[in-house]
């Protein structure tokens, strides 16, 4: 291999890496927004047991069932967009690996 050829490597290789720190940090921020949907979900659940539960019809919750809609909305949007990240990360990083594999063989 000559001069040319371990620096393309490097320059590859700095964006492979990239999409592994990439990919890796995605994916924490996945769990992060998936407890925050489990979250909310459990309170718009125990909303619902309140609504059903209560004797009066009650409206004073009204507000915090849509706040709660808001919030999940909002984080499954962001969940979305994460994971449409990933994968293009992924295409690149599998992109890459093959690159480097050509000057590597």
Do not use: G
Not at 40 to 51: A, E, F, R, V, W
Not at 58 to 73: A, S, W
Request: proline share 0%.
């Amino acid at each position: 291999m000559d001069s040319i050829n371990i620096e393309i490597i490097y320059f590859e290789y700095k964006n492979y890496l990239h999409c592994v720190n990439s990919i890796y940090e995605a994916n924490q921020e996945i769990d992060e927004l998936n407890n925050t949907l489990l979250i909310n979900l459990n309170q718009l659940q125990d909303l619902k047991n309140d609504y059903i539960n209560s004797k009066l019809k009650r409206i004073d919750l009204n507000n915090y069932f849509f706040e709660e809609m808001k919030i999940v909305q909002a984080t499954s949007k962001k969940v979305n967009l994460t994971l449409d990240a990933i994968r293009k990360e992924i295409n690149q990083f599998n992109y890459l690996n093959k690159k480097i594999e050509q000057f590597v063989n």
